[in-house]
């Protein structure tokens, strides 16, 4: 192959090993300390849990981050969950997916997460010390008043980051919509996905069907992006931005 020459560097041989590789290759290359966070102690398990399994299995550093205690006493729905035992259940799903939950210097109370120059430095703190390159998070138009202030939190302290990604964590139709562009095959994840869920009592299991719902939901989102003869699972992602090295 002639050689190109761009300014003073030949880019010929970059192109002949690049070509060597595989697709994955390349993503995995560029995933290698991955940040996953989540307001609540099973966002990032619905989310992305399929997806964290499958960078951790390929090598990445994978971290979860949680940035409220999860205690909800919700009358009407008749949901209760408590700080200790949502955050034991946390680590244990965590520990299925082969990921880190980190303990943060503090939690916020449930519901009262806010976008401050407090919150947003303590995660841009850990996004330094854990020298994070890939960032997933709640998307921005969510429904859920901490979900939409755990993502500004995380975009605003992820802006040196080559790679932000968001989940959607629920199954409410939302003020704008979330329709995914990326997409992660986890048809050989569904399983510790659906183990690291089960980890969660049946309160953050909304109204018995939350967890089953996301699982359909990859199912679809499996078809309608491989459109395989043979059932798929995919998790589905909107970038902020997405950067390959
Ligand atoms: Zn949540």
Redesign the pocket.
Known sequence: MNQIKKGSVVIGKEIDSINELRYGDLMYRNMQKVLAI???F??VELGAGGTLAKLANNRAKVYKLVLTDDVTNFDQKKIKTDFESSRKEGESAANILGITQIEPSRYEKCTKLEFNSINMQLVEKIIFDYSIDTVFTHFLSDI?Q??VEASKISYVAARYCKRVLFYQ??RYILPKDFYPRIFFDITKEVDKKIKALNCFSKDHDRFGNLFQQTIKQNEVWGYQSILGSKTNFAEGFVPLKMVID
């Open positions: 989540g307001a609540h099973d966002d859920q901490d979900h964590s629920n």
